[in-house]
C-alpha cells in the first residue's frame, strides 16, 4: 500500500489557499488543489498499517488505503470506483468535511503528520467529472414501489440516489426553491461553488428521481396524502431549529439566527454569480447585511465561521466572534482526546485568518440599542466550564449593529413529525433506531434522526436509511 517507507521521506502538504487578503474580495473557492506529482507523493505516503483507523474514523468507511495508492499508482478511474463504492458526493465531503479521517489517520500518531487524505478525496472526483467518468445510472428496471423522501439535504439525496438506483420510484420533496438544504443555503459559494451541486441534482434527475421544489411537506402536502401517494417516507428535513439566546435585548432590530443571514448571502450570491436554479434573493429593504456595520457572531463552531467569512466579503466595519466554551490547549490533549479520537483542540478557522477578533468564555449578559435597533452587546468573562460562572469585574460593552446567534441546533422542526405520529426521543429527534420509526413504511434518516451533525454522517445515514427502506419494501406484500 502506497510506497514502502515514503512516510518517512515525505511530509504532509497542507491544502492550498489563496491569499486571505485577495480572496475576500470575491466569492470563487479558495482553496485550490495540490499538484499532481504532489498528490502521487502524498498517495504514497499512506503506509500498509495492520489497521486502518482512517476507516474508523470516517462515518462512510470510505476505502481511503485503496485509493489513496491508485491515485500513488497514477490508476483514477479505479480511484473513482474506489470512491463512489462508498461515498455517493465526493466533492461535498472533500470540500466541507473537518476529515475525521485524517484525525484517526495512524501517522497521526505524530500530531500534524497524517496523510492529506481530504485533498487526495476531492481530486478523485473533481478528474473523475473533468474527464466525463461520471454518469447517470439509472436502474435496469423498475419496482412498482414508490418513495417520498422528505427534504434535498445530502441525506435525502443520498438515500433517494439508493433507493432510485434499487429500482423504486423516488419523488423528493423540498421546500426550498431549490435541492441541496444546507450545502447549497447555508455554506458559502466560495467553500463549495453551488454549480456542483446543480451537477449532482442533474445526475439525479437523468438517473430518474423527481423532484418538487418549494413544496413544504405538512402544509402544501399533508402527511396523509404523503403516505396514500407512497409505499414508504422517508423523513430527511435536517435539524433546523436553532438554539436561542435569552437575554435582554434579544427582540431588538439587527439581531438574527445564523442561518437566516446565510440564506440571504447564498441567495444574493446566487443571483451576481449566476446558476441554473431559480433562486430569489430578499428585496433590499429586507436582507440581512453585514455591509458597513459592527458585526458580533456568537458561537465558535463552523456556522459562526461562515458568518464571518461572509460578513468580510460584504465591508462590514469589524466582525468579532465569540465562544462561551474556554479556550481549548494548542495540542491534542491525550488525556481526554487521544489518538484516534478527534481531537479537541484550538483550530483557527478560515475565516478568522481572512480577519476578525475572536475570544473565548464569553457570557453575553444583554444587547441594547436605540429606536428599536442593536447598537451594543454587553457580555462578562466566565471560567470556561459548564455552567460557566461569570468572573466578577470582567465586564464588557462593545458595539455591535448585527448581531448572529450561531449556536447550534436543537432539534428538527416537529410539525411533519406530529402530523405523522412519529415517536420522538428525549431531544426532540425522530425516535428511528434502525431508521425506521414509530409508524410502519415511516423512516427517519441524517440529522433529523441523530441530530446536528457532520456531512459524512448525513451521507452515511441516507445510504444506511435506503438499505433499510428497500428491505422494508421488498417484504412488503403486493
Known sequence: MGELGAFLKLDRAEPLERDPAERVRDVREFVRPLPLAELRGQGARCMECGVPFCHHGCPLGNLIPDWNDLVYRDRWREAIEQLHRTNNFPEFT????????????????????????????VSIIDRAWEEGWVVPRPPAARTERSVAVVGAGPAGLACAQQLNRAGHSVTVYERDEAGGGLVRFGVPEFKIEKRLVERRLGQLEDEGVEFRYGVDVGKDVGADELRATHDAVVLATGSRVPRDLPVSGRELDGVHYAMDYLYDRARAIAAEVGTTAPLSPAPAEDAITAAGKHVVVIGGGDTGADCVANAHREGAASVTQIEVLGEPPLNRPDDLTPWPRWPMKLRTSYALKEGGARDFAITTTHLSGSNGAVE????????????????EGTEETRPAELVLLAM????????VLEQLGVERDARGNAAAPSYATSVDGVFAAGDARRGQSLIVWAINEGRQCATQVDAWLTAKPS
Open 94 to 121: 472533500g470540500r466541507l468535511c473537518p476529515a475525521p479521517c485524517e484525525a484517526a489517520c495512524v501517522l497521526e500518531i505524530r500530531e500534524g503528520d497524517a496523510v492529506t487524505i481530504k485533498q487526495i478525496e
Open 408 to 415: 447550534g441546533f436543537l432539534h428538527p422542526e416537529q410539525g
Open 376 to 391: 451594543q452587546i454587553h457580555w462578562s468573562q466566565n471560567d470556561g466550564v459548564p455552567p460557566f460562572a461569570a468572573i
